[in-house]
Protein backbone atom coordinates (compact mmCIF):
# COMPACT_ATOMS: atom_id res chain seq x y z
CA UNK A 1 0.00 0.00 0.00
CA UNK A 2 1.47 3.46 -1.09
CA UNK A 3 1.77 5.87 1.90
CA UNK A 4 2.59 9.57 1.90
CA UNK A 5 3.22 11.70 5.21
CA UNK A 6 3.77 15.08 5.14
CA UNK A 7 5.72 17.67 7.44
CA UNK A 8 7.03 20.73 8.43
CA UNK A 9 4.38 22.79 8.16
CA UNK A 10 3.56 25.58 10.33
CA UNK A 11 2.63 29.22 11.34
CA UNK A 12 6.04 31.72 9.66
CA UNK A 13 5.59 35.28 9.08
CA UNK A 14 5.38 37.09 5.87
CA UNK A 15 8.86 37.07 4.09
CA UNK A 16 9.58 33.52 5.85
CA UNK A 17 10.86 30.54 4.90
CA UNK A 18 9.69 26.43 5.43
CA UNK A 19 11.10 23.37 4.45
CA UNK A 20 7.83 20.88 3.74
CA UNK A 21 8.85 17.29 3.65
CA UNK A 22 7.21 14.29 2.42
CA UNK A 23 8.13 11.02 3.58
CA UNK A 24 6.85 7.70 0.70
CA UNK A 25 6.51 3.65 0.90
CA UNK A 26 5.29 1.61 -0.62
CA UNK A 27 6.20 2.28 -4.26
CA UNK A 28 9.37 2.10 -6.57
CA UNK A 29 9.80 5.46 -5.34
CA UNK A 30 13.29 6.27 -7.27
CA UNK A 31 10.88 5.03 -10.67
CA UNK A 32 7.90 7.37 -9.04
CA UNK A 33 7.35 11.32 -10.49
CA UNK A 34 5.91 13.34 -7.41
CA UNK A 35 4.57 16.85 -7.18
CA UNK A 36 3.04 19.10 -4.70
CA UNK A 37 -0.24 20.31 -4.56
CA UNK A 38 -1.72 22.96 -2.84
CA UNK A 39 -5.04 24.12 -1.46
CA UNK A 40 -5.71 27.41 0.19
CA UNK A 41 -8.66 27.21 3.09
CA UNK A 42 -12.08 27.17 1.42
CA UNK A 43 -10.29 27.19 -1.90
CA UNK A 44 -9.90 24.59 -4.76
CA UNK A 45 -6.61 22.58 -5.77
CA UNK A 46 -3.69 24.12 -6.98
CA UNK A 47 -0.42 22.10 -8.94
CA UNK A 48 2.43 23.70 -7.23
CA UNK A 49 5.60 21.47 -8.39
CA UNK A 50 6.78 18.13 -9.67
CA UNK A 51 10.22 16.30 -10.36
CA UNK A 52 11.17 13.20 -12.09
CA UNK A 53 12.10 9.96 -10.23
CA UNK A 54 15.85 10.76 -11.18
CA UNK A 55 15.31 14.87 -10.68
CA UNK A 56 16.02 15.48 -14.67
CA UNK A 57 12.93 17.55 -15.25
CA UNK A 58 11.34 20.22 -12.52
CA UNK A 59 8.49 22.07 -13.25
CA UNK A 60 6.60 24.88 -11.39
CA UNK A 61 3.60 26.66 -11.16
CA UNK A 62 4.10 30.42 -12.00
CA UNK A 63 2.95 31.67 -8.94
CA UNK A 64 5.92 30.03 -7.15
CA UNK A 65 8.37 30.26 -9.94
CA UNK A 66 11.63 31.84 -7.90
CA UNK A 67 10.66 31.38 -4.30
CA UNK A 68 10.04 27.48 -4.41
CA UNK A 69 12.29 24.83 -4.41
CA UNK A 70 11.57 21.20 -5.27
CA UNK A 71 13.52 18.00 -4.11
CA UNK A 72 14.00 14.48 -3.53
CA UNK A 73 16.34 11.88 -1.83
CA UNK A 74 16.06 8.81 -3.78
CA UNK A 75 18.16 6.68 -0.82
CA UNK A 76 15.71 8.11 2.00
CA UNK A 77 12.36 7.65 -0.07
CA UNK A 78 11.97 11.69 0.53
CA UNK A 79 10.35 14.13 -1.30
CA UNK A 80 11.18 18.28 -0.19
CA UNK A 81 9.64 22.02 -1.38
CA UNK A 82 11.63 24.60 -0.05
CA UNK A 83 9.57 27.70 0.52
CA UNK A 84 11.06 30.76 0.61
CA UNK A 85 9.56 34.52 0.86
CA UNK A 86 6.24 33.28 2.08
CA UNK A 87 3.41 35.49 1.56
CA UNK A 88 0.20 35.22 2.30
CA UNK A 89 -1.31 34.17 -0.61
CA UNK A 90 0.93 31.29 0.25
CA UNK A 91 -1.49 29.76 2.82
CA UNK A 92 -2.55 26.53 2.30
CA UNK A 93 -2.59 22.90 2.43
CA UNK A 94 0.34 21.07 0.78
CA UNK A 95 0.03 17.95 -0.38
CA UNK A 96 2.35 15.69 -1.77
CA UNK A 97 1.40 13.05 -4.44
CA UNK A 98 2.34 10.70 -6.87
CA UNK A 99 2.49 12.39 -10.49
CA UNK A 100 1.66 9.82 -12.83
CA UNK A 101 2.94 10.52 -16.65
CA UNK A 102 3.10 14.40 -15.31
CA UNK A 103 -0.80 13.78 -15.92
CA UNK A 104 -2.75 12.53 -13.20
CA UNK A 105 -2.30 12.65 -9.34
CA UNK A 106 -2.89 8.83 -7.91
CA UNK A 107 -2.13 8.80 -4.49
CA UNK A 108 -1.61 11.92 -1.99
CA UNK A 109 -0.69 12.29 0.90
CA UNK A 110 -2.50 13.60 4.14
CA UNK A 111 -1.35 16.98 3.40
CA UNK A 112 0.54 19.55 5.76
CA UNK A 113 -0.78 23.14 6.78
CA UNK A 114 1.49 26.04 6.29
CA UNK A 115 -0.13 29.28 7.61
CA UNK A 116 1.54 32.46 6.71
CA UNK A 117 0.96 35.45 8.75
CA UNK A 118 1.91 38.30 11.06
CA UNK B 1 -10.19 31.49 -11.31
CA UNK B 2 -9.41 27.86 -11.92
CA UNK B 3 -8.23 27.11 -16.02
CA UNK B 4 -10.76 24.63 -16.03
CA UNK B 5 -14.64 25.79 -14.92
CA UNK B 6 -17.36 23.50 -12.76
CA UNK B 7 -20.34 24.80 -11.29
CA UNK B 8 -19.87 25.34 -7.83
CA UNK B 9 -22.49 23.51 -6.55
CA UNK B 10 -25.11 20.25 -7.90
CA UNK B 11 -27.83 18.25 -5.81
CA UNK B 12 -29.68 15.52 -6.56
CA UNK B 13 -31.81 12.73 -4.20
CA UNK B 14 -30.56 9.49 -3.18
CA UNK B 15 -31.08 7.14 -6.03
CA UNK B 16 -31.21 10.41 -8.63
CA UNK B 17 -28.13 10.48 -11.47
CA UNK B 18 -26.34 13.94 -10.96
CA UNK B 19 -23.68 15.15 -13.14
CA UNK B 20 -20.81 17.80 -13.46
CA UNK B 21 -19.56 19.54 -16.17
CA UNK B 22 -15.99 20.52 -16.52
CA UNK B 23 -15.55 23.20 -19.33
CA UNK B 24 -12.04 23.85 -20.72
CA UNK B 25 -10.33 25.45 -23.72
CA UNK B 26 -7.99 24.84 -26.94
CA UNK B 27 -4.98 24.51 -25.18
CA UNK B 28 -5.88 21.98 -22.27
CA UNK B 29 -9.17 19.43 -22.72
CA UNK B 30 -9.37 20.37 -26.40
CA UNK B 31 -5.97 19.77 -27.13
CA UNK B 32 -6.40 16.34 -26.43
CA UNK B 33 -5.16 16.00 -23.05
CA UNK B 34 -6.57 13.81 -20.78
CA UNK B 35 -9.34 14.69 -18.25
CA UNK B 36 -9.40 13.17 -14.44
CA UNK B 37 -11.63 13.68 -11.40
CA UNK B 38 -11.13 13.38 -7.70
CA UNK B 39 -13.48 13.24 -4.80
CA UNK B 40 -12.27 15.00 -1.43
CA UNK B 41 -14.61 14.31 1.56
CA UNK B 42 -14.51 16.79 4.27
CA UNK B 43 -11.50 17.04 6.24
CA UNK B 44 -9.36 14.51 3.99
CA UNK B 45 -7.37 14.36 0.65
CA UNK B 46 -8.71 14.20 -2.38
CA UNK B 47 -8.55 10.84 -3.88
CA UNK B 48 -8.83 9.92 -7.52
CA UNK B 49 -12.01 9.05 -9.08
CA UNK B 50 -11.71 8.19 -13.24
CA UNK B 51 -8.69 8.79 -14.91
CA UNK B 52 -7.66 9.01 -18.29
CA UNK B 53 -11.64 10.37 -19.06
CA UNK B 54 -13.54 7.22 -18.81
CA UNK B 55 -11.42 4.87 -16.94
CA UNK B 56 -11.68 4.09 -12.99
CA UNK B 57 -9.40 2.84 -10.40
CA UNK B 58 -9.76 -0.44 -8.50
CA UNK B 59 -12.14 -0.47 -6.01
CA UNK B 60 -14.32 2.53 -7.42
CA UNK B 61 -17.70 1.51 -8.15
CA UNK B 62 -19.37 1.58 -11.82
CA UNK B 63 -21.65 4.04 -10.29
CA UNK B 64 -19.19 6.82 -11.34
CA UNK B 65 -18.19 6.81 -15.09
CA UNK B 66 -16.59 9.87 -17.22
CA UNK B 67 -16.78 10.92 -20.30
CA UNK B 68 -15.41 14.22 -22.36
CA UNK B 69 -16.17 16.00 -26.08
CA UNK B 70 -14.40 18.75 -27.21
CA UNK B 71 -13.19 21.54 -24.73
CA UNK B 72 -15.64 19.83 -21.86
CA UNK B 73 -15.97 16.52 -19.82
CA UNK B 74 -18.58 15.26 -17.94
CA UNK B 75 -18.50 13.21 -14.59
CA UNK B 76 -21.88 11.20 -13.89
CA UNK B 77 -23.01 9.44 -10.57
CA UNK B 78 -25.76 7.34 -10.70
CA UNK B 79 -27.82 5.73 -7.71
CA UNK B 80 -26.45 8.56 -5.49
CA UNK B 81 -25.88 7.71 -1.99
CA UNK B 82 -25.27 10.22 0.85
CA UNK B 83 -21.77 9.03 0.90
CA UNK B 84 -21.35 10.52 -2.81
CA UNK B 85 -21.92 14.52 -0.16
CA UNK B 86 -18.54 15.54 -1.41
CA UNK B 87 -16.50 18.03 -3.30
CA UNK B 88 -15.65 16.97 -7.04
CA UNK B 89 -12.46 18.16 -8.88
CA UNK B 90 -11.70 17.82 -13.05
CA UNK B 91 -8.10 18.15 -13.97
CA UNK B 92 -6.36 17.92 -17.33
CA UNK B 93 -2.83 18.61 -18.52
CA UNK B 94 -2.38 23.02 -20.37
CA UNK B 95 0.04 23.57 -22.67
CA UNK B 96 1.43 26.51 -20.85
CA UNK B 97 0.32 25.86 -16.81
CA UNK B 98 1.36 22.14 -16.66
CA UNK B 99 -1.34 20.40 -14.59
CA UNK B 100 -4.55 22.56 -14.27
CA UNK B 101 -7.83 22.36 -11.87
CA UNK B 102 -11.09 22.92 -12.04
CA UNK B 103 -12.79 25.42 -9.43
CA UNK B 104 -14.36 22.36 -7.71
CA UNK B 105 -18.39 21.02 -7.30
CA UNK B 106 -20.13 20.96 -3.75
CA UNK B 107 -22.58 17.92 -4.65
CA UNK B 108 -25.35 17.21 -1.64
CA UNK B 109 -27.43 14.88 -1.36
CA UNK B 110 -30.77 15.79 -0.74
Known amino acids: EVQLVESGGGLVKPGGSLRLSCAAS????????LAWVRQAPGKGLEWVSS????????YYADSVKGRFTISRDNAKESLYLQMNSLRADDTAIYYC???????????WGQGTLVTVSS | QSVLTQPPSVSGAPGQRVTISCTGS?????????VHWYRQLPETAPKLLIY???KRPSGVPDRFSGSKSGTSASLAITGLQAEDEAHYYC??????????FGGGTKLTVL
Open chain 1, 51 to 58: ITGSSSYI
Open chain 1, 26 to 33: GLSFSLSN
Open chain 2, 52 to 54: ANN
Open chain 2, 91 to 100: QSFDSSLRAV
Open chain 2, 26 to 34: RSNIGAGYD
Open chain 1, 97 to 107: AIDTYGSRFDD
